[in-house]
């Protein structure tokens, strides 16, 4: 059993930055993939990133295309903590963004085990 607890979020306005954090606990944490998705009303949950763990301390991130250039995965062990470093922020980038723990298929598709409460990110223009 995984427990994921995002903080971070809030308002900004175009042009800044944010960092998310997702707090693991429950299991090893070093051999997770974790991912990034977000949601706005209406919409399906869209994926925004995800770090795969290949081995060692190697570990390999995926971006959406929409993301790729501003977000930055990074992982801090010690503190069982993902982290999702957003600068450039646009008003598009507005949304509910979850944190997910073990995919059940492709990395991309909301299709998880775990997944964190939420947290809104509301990007003004």
């Known amino acids: 059993q995984v427990q994921l607890v995002e903080s971070g979020g809030g308002l900004v306005q175009a042009g800044g930055s944010l960092r998310l954090s997702c707090a693991a606990s429950g299991r090893t944490f070093s051999r997770i993939t974790m991912a990034w998705f977000r949601q706005t009303p209406g919409k399906e949950r869209e994926f925004v990133a995800a770090?795969?763990?290949?081995?060692?301390?190697?570990?390999?991130?995926d971006y959406a295309d929409s993301v790729k250039g501003r977000f930055t995965l990074s992982r801090y062990y010690a503190k069982n903590t993902d982290y999702l470093q957003m600068n450039s922020l646009k008003p598009e980038d507005t949304a509910a963004y979850y944190c997910?723990?073990?995919?059940?298929?492709?990395?991309?598709?909301?299709?998880?085990?775990?997944w964190g409460q939420g947290i809104q990110v509301t990007v003004s223009a």
């Open positions: 997910a723990a073990d995919p059940k298929g492709r990395v991309t598709q909301p299709d998880y085990d775990y």
């Open positions: 770090s795969r763990w290949i081995g060692g301390s190697t570990y390999y991130a």
